[in-house]
């Protein structure tokens, strides 16, 4: 089992910047691939930015690429998720996910482990 703590989300201005933080507990963190997904109010779950059990792949929406920047620390089981130049319609709940069936996926399935979700508001 896999259990997943988001952290880091808040209330910025657009144009700012937020780091947000995935602490991962339980099986061995450096097997699972992580990824970052985010649901607007009304909107489905959309994948924003996954990285590789070893950080040697990552993998972007269009939409935060340039932007956003996911990375990990293996020896602090943490995942990151770096986000500049923000956007109002990048206001949505975060979510982290974890899995160890596949070395980089894109696709909210194929992820066995999610956290509670930590709630971005970028505000115009």
């Known amino acids: 089992q896999v259990q997943l703590v988001e952290s880091g989300g808040g209330l910025v201005q657009a144009g700012g910047s937020l780091r947000l933080s995935c602490a991962t507990s339980g099986r061995t963190f450096s097997n699972a691939a992580m990824g970052w997904f985010r649901q607007a109010p009304g909107k489905e779950r959309e994948f924003v930015a996954a990285?590789?059990?070893?950080?040697?792949?990552?993998a972007y929406a269009d939409s935060v690429k340039g932007r956003f920047t996911i990375s990990r620390d293996n020896a602090k089981n943490t995942v990151y998720l770096q986000m500049n130049s923000l956007k109002p319609e990048d206001t949505a709940v975060y979510y982290c996910?974890?899995?160890?069936?596949?070395?980089?996926?894109?696709?909210?399935?194929?992820?066995?482990?999610w956290g509670q979700g930590t709630q971005v508001t970028i505000s115009s």
């Open positions: 996910a974890a899995t160890e069936s596949y070395v980089i996926s894109t696709r909210g399935a194929h992820y066995n482990y």
């Open positions: 990285i590789s059990k070893s950080g040697g792949n990552t």
